[in-house]
């Protein structure tokens, strides 16, 4: 590293500050289209972007022939840090997220004992401090004992999640007035994540097929619940997310509902497109998941309501092989998701289904505006340097068992699918070069809310 004369009182040798990295001759991927640019990094964030720029002692990267994207950020994900590391911790979440092009993730609270207090909220922050190789923040899970909490926790917590059915963990929200008191009490610049599944109507369905998941919790259920949470959300006048839709009802559902509510937005899981019902049936434990796979109609009509989705995230919910090949009544639902995300869009975008731009906006931009994440989410002057050097051409087989998460399995196990990351920046650390990663425990940060925090 250069060095700086002493000055004239002598004082001690100072660094001359790093000139950083200088990605020229690839194209950036932004919201808006596909721009011939170069990307000047210095230290955690993006200094420029522009045509020919020159940074004298800057390192230089060559992107010729590469796309360069904004790290991807996933608001959907089960670290299982504390209670179930056996099934993922915070270092394999966030190795296999970053190994994913994913640099921030934010955490869900169906642990065991759930994250549902101040105490439990800062224990999960502590041991993310530690393990976390990407940066994150978690979410608080709501209860009929914490109505407010999520409020006086705005600072350290990213959103509320309200479980509306039963799925793994202990949360369940199956009250309505519960829901809506929760609604009111928590503060408009708070997202409230929703896993809409009615508990009635997964019961009244519960046991219907020993193999058809989707029998056992119907599309009905979902799109019962969505309705409900809509209806809450119009009463209390506050957004509401709407975690994982699996049916294109429930889209055209939040869309109409917008007309008359502010902040109504939506998710979808990949899974949910590119996997059916039928698909479940052949995978056995692997495909199940809740809510669960749809007959492939709906999957198709999904596809067709995507203009109306907000973002994409992946419910990465990892479990051990064990749990998932114990018969299919009561394997467990969920399977990783993070390393199989950005090949799956890519899928989409060589099939014509998806463009560049659009993947951007779906897993970068709109989860960043969404959930109000300081710095993240674009390739632009100031934001932070979490960036994705990516081969578009090629392709390859996704084989689970070389995956950095604990989970040894997927649904896509065998896949062939487009995209190479070459290299991959956290906050301009390199974390991924060559298919490599070099990270650190610890290294990861909570994320940083922007806007009124009332
Ligand atoms: O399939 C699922 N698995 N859906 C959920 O809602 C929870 C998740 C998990 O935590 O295992
Ligand atoms: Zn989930």
């Not at 991927?29 to 990094?41: E, F, N, P, Q, S």
């Not at 590391?85 to 993730?105: F, H, M, N, P, Y």
């Not at 937005?265 to 495909?287: I, K, M, N, S, Y």
């Not at 109306?308 to 990892?318: F, N, S």
Request: overall charge neutral.
């Amino acid at each position: 590293m250069p060095i700086r004369p002493a000055g004239p009182l002598g004082t001690a040798l100072t660094p001359v500050s790093d000139p950083g990295t200088l990605i020229h001759g690839g194209s950036v991927v932004t919201t808006r289209g596909v721009l011939r640019a170069d990307v000047h990094m210095l230290g955690e964030r993006i200094a420029a972007v522009g045509t020919d720029l020159s940074v004298p002692g800057a390192a230089s990267v060559d992107a010729t022939d590469l796309l360069i994207l904004p790290g991807l950020i996933d608001v959907h994900v089960h670290v299982r840090e504390p209670g179930a590391s056996e099934k993922e911790d915070w270092q394999t979440a966030t190795r296999a997220a970053l190994a994913g092009g994913v640099t921030t993730i934010l955490d869900m609270p169906n642990n065991d004992p759930p994250t549902v207090s101040a105490a439990r909220v800062r224990q999960k922050l502590t041991l993310a401090a530690q393990g976390a190789a990407c940066d994150y923040g978690v979410y608080l899970g709501a209860t009929a004992d914490n109505v407010g909490l999520a409020a006086e926790l705005a600072g350290e917590i990213v959103g509320l999640k309200i479980y509306l059915g039963s799925t793994t963990g202990s949360l369940l929200t199956d009250d309505w007035s519960l829901l809506y008191r929760h609604l009111c009490a928590t503060p408009a610049s708070l997202p409230i994540a929703v896993h809409a599944e009615d508990e009635q109507c997964l019961r009244a369905f519960a046991g219907s097929s020993p193999v058809d998941h989707n029998r056992n919790r119907p599309p009905v259920c979902a799109e019962l619940a969505t309705a409900h949470v809509l209806a809450a959300a119009r009463a209390a006048q506050r957004g509401v997310h709407i975690a994982h839709v699996s049916t294109p009802a429930e889209v055209m559902a939040i869309a109409a509902a917008r007309r008359q509510v502010l902040g109504l937005t939506c998710e979808v899981c990949p899974h949910h497109l590119f996997l059916t019902a039928e698909d479940a049936l052949r995978l056995g434990g692997w495909g199940k998941v809740n809510p669960p796979l749809r007959p492939g109609a709906l999957v198709e009509g999904l596809w067709q309501a995507l203009p109306l989705v907000d973002l994409v995230a992946t419910d990465h919910a990892p479990h051990t092989s064990a749990q998932k090949h114990c018969g299919y009544a009561v394997a467990a639902a969920g399977f990783p998701g993070l390393e199989s995300l950005l090949p799956l869009l890519l899928l989409a975008v060589r099939d014509g289904r998806l463009t560049l731009s659009r993947l951007v906006e779906l897993t970068a931009a709109a989860p960043a505006r969404l959930f109000h994440l300081a710095g993240k989410g674009s390739v632009a002057p100031g934001y932070d340097a979490d960036i994705v050097l990516l081969d578009p051409t090629g392709e390859s087989v996704v084989r689970p068992e070389r995956w950095q998460t604990k989970a040894r399995g997927s649904p896509f196990a065998g896949w062939s699918l487009p995209g190479r990351i070459v290299r991959l920046w956290r906050r301009g650390e390199l974390c991924l070069d060559a298919g490599e990663l070099q990270v650190t425990a610890g290294s990861g940060r909570p994320v940083r809310r922007e806007g009124p925090l009332s």
